[in-house]
């Protein structure tokens, strides 16, 4: 750095103003003009030199200042993240211009920055897989129930009630022969709406996350059928539809097979099916001998060891989550039907309400069944033991 020295100004003065350590009075009446030109020639030379001296301390002293400043800025971010990335893609500008204009890709080298300082990397290794799911029932009513499909809002047919009279035996010329009064009504099943809305879906949501629409139709469909399940057993369940167990036993198993082969086929059904609860499915596997304590059941029950599916007399056996413990149908299933007015359907809107103003999007899902009961002693509600 440029530094003025008192010794500089001391011999500039003594060089210019020499005539002035010999006689400053006698040398001054000489020639007054030219003296005091001296004087002032020399006054303006050192005013010129303390300037230049002075602005080359200025200069030096503003690089100084720069220099310090930048090695400030550099020990607070140290080489971050974002120092790196900053550099590499400003030293790749050009190339990187280039290639883009002629649709290539490129590689770059990360400038080093200190990994330490590297916090909020998680986006940039995080990988994302599809959402992990909430479960539903894999058993459904409509796997065991016949289908068909209805065209208006409700289905009509007449339905035979018990019937007067009968044929008898009869001798000639014995009267008039014996007479069969069948009795009828009309029977009629609605159609009922199954419905239900997903509200404030956000519409980025729905670009940004390419498993986003398939999760909403799987989720309403699944809802759909959790509710259709628990709409068909309540109506099984229901005394107009079924009948209570009217015998004796007290056993599970008993209980079943008297249900099946002895009240059922007593009201002229065949049983096709029995639905259980998942905690009566497993007591009937695990069921003990009192004695010995052995696993042990009737030969009439038999498991499949592959898929676990639990017969009882030839019977297949379902369970279900939907069920009470302690409760069971027993059923001719093909008495009943689950007729399908409008099949299960899931649209989107983004008009409703403000939602088009806040981006948002609603799915609706709705279906619209009805579930005749030809008879209502086809299905026999039982209570098991605990």
């Known amino acids: 750095m440029a530094e003025l020295q008192i010794k500089e100004v001391q011999d500039f003065l003594s060089e210019e103003l020499t005539t002035l350590k010999k006689n400053f009075s006698t040398e001054r009446e000489k020639d007054v003009a030219g003296f005091d030109a001296k004087v002032k020639d020399a006054m303006d030379k050192l005013t010129a030199d303390m300037q230049a001296k002075h602005a080359d301390i200025q200069k030096e002293m503003d690089l100084a200042l720069a220099q310090a400043n930048e090695k400030a800025s550099q020990k607070v971010d140290r080489k971050n993240f974002g120092w790196s990335l900053h550099e590499t893609l ?21 400038k080093d920055f ?18 992990i799911l909430v479960k539903y029932e894999s058993f459904h009513y409509r796997n065991i129930l016949p289908g068909g499909t209805m065209a208006g809002e409700f289905v009509k047919y007449p ?3 018990a019937t007067v009279g009968g044929a008898n035996t ?14 009828m009504t009309t029977y009629q099943a609605d159609a009922e709406w199954i419905a239900g809305l997903i509200k404030g879906v956000p519409v980025s949501m729905i670009e940004d996350l390419a ?47 008297d249900a099946a082969l002895r009240q059922l086929k007593n009201n002229l059904h065949t049983p096709t099916g029995i639905v259980l609860s998942n905690q009566d499915y497993v007591n009937i596997l695990l069921g003990k001998a009192a004695g010995s304590g052995e ?20 019977i297949p056996v379902f369970s279900n989550s939907y069920l009470s413990q302690g409760t069971g149908i027993v059923g001719d299933w093909n008495q009943a039907q689950l007729l399908t007015r409008q099949a299960p359907r899931i649209r989107f809107f983004d008009q409703n309400s403000d939602d088009a103003e806040k981006n948002v999007i609603l799915v609706r899902v709705e279906e619209r069944v009805a579930l005749p009961v030809f008879y209502d002693n086809a299905f026999i509600k039982v209570t098991l033991a605990s």
Not at 90 to 110: D, F, R, Y
Not at 114 to 131: K, Q
Not at 175 to 180: D, F, N, Q, S, V
């Open 90 to 110: 400003k030293a790749n500008h050009a190339e990187m211009v280039k290639n883009v204009k002629s649709g290539k890709g490129m590689e770059m080298t990360m």
């Open 114 to 131: 200190n990994y330490s300082d590297f916090t909020g990397y998680e986006p940039f290794v995080t990988d994302f897989r599809d959402p």
């Open 159 to 161: 339905k035979e009630n």
């Open 170 to 183: 009869w001798a000639y010329g014995d009267g008039a022969k014996p007479e069969i009064e069948p009795k």
């Open 211 to 257: 498993w986003m629409t398939s999760f909403l139709q799987n989720k309403g469909r699944a809802e759909l059928l959790k509710k259709e399940d628990t709409y068909i057993q309540g109506l099984l369940l229901d005394a107009a539809n079924s009948e209570n167990y009217n015998g004796s036993k007290t056993i599970s198993i008993e209980i079943l097979i």
């Open 295 to 314: 696993y042990d059941f009737p030969g009439v029950v038999t498991v499949n060891p592959l898929t676990g599916q639990l017969n009882v007399v030839g």
